[in-house]
């Protein structure tokens, strides 16, 4: 079940009904799990069965926000496949030595992209102006997005534009 609260100064209050439908008890231990982005609040102790019904759950949860993602992006249709990687995606990244990255001021761990200058058979390498895009996508995730057929090109829009997509 769900539930929105907002973070007071005091800190996050989690209501007694939360905490009775997730099966806790008065004065039974919990453990908090910080994540990047999310908190797992976990009974302190548990039996086998327990715990697997935790990462039944967890696991239930994660297929579904991705799920969410993937309805955000939509199904690749009828966007332009010259721009849309859905079918010709290379996880291939650009790389140059480190002298050069220096001496071009470009900072360690910068994304760089290639711009190809056919006609005067050039190559320019330069620092993309975004954090992420599909190359950061761990391959069995990036799998998943093609199994269900969702637009890798939306995908890498909100990657690169690092707008919301979930909740308001
Ligand atoms: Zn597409």
Redesign the pocket.
């Known amino acids: 079940m769900k539930f929105i609260k907002e973070i007071t100064p005091k800190g996050l209050l989690l209501p007694v009904t939360a905490a009775r439908l997730a099966g806790f008890n008065a004065g039974d231990k919990v453990e908090y799990h910080t994540l990047d982005g999310a908190m797992l609040v976990l009974k302190g102790r548990m039996s086998a069965p327990e715990l697997l019904a935790v990462v039944q759950q967890l696991t239930s949860t994660s297929a579904q926000l991705l799920h969410y993602l993937s309805e955000v992006c939509g199904p690749?249709e009828d966007?332009d496949k010259d721009s849309?990687p859905?079918n010709d995606f290379e996880e291939e990244a650009v790389q140059v030595n480190e002298y050069l990255r220096e001496a071009a001021g470009i900072p360690d761990g910068a994304k760089l992209c290639a711009e190809v200058d056919e006609e005067a058979h050039t190559i320019t390498v330069l620092a993309a102006e975004h954090r992420y895009d599909l190359r950061d996508l761990p391959a069995d995730l990036l799998e998943t997005f093609m199994v269900v057929g969702a637009?890798?090109?939306?995908l890498e829009e909100h990657l690169i534009a690092e707008d919301t997509v979930y909740g308001g």
């Open positions: 690749c966007c849309c859905y637009c890798l090109g939306r």
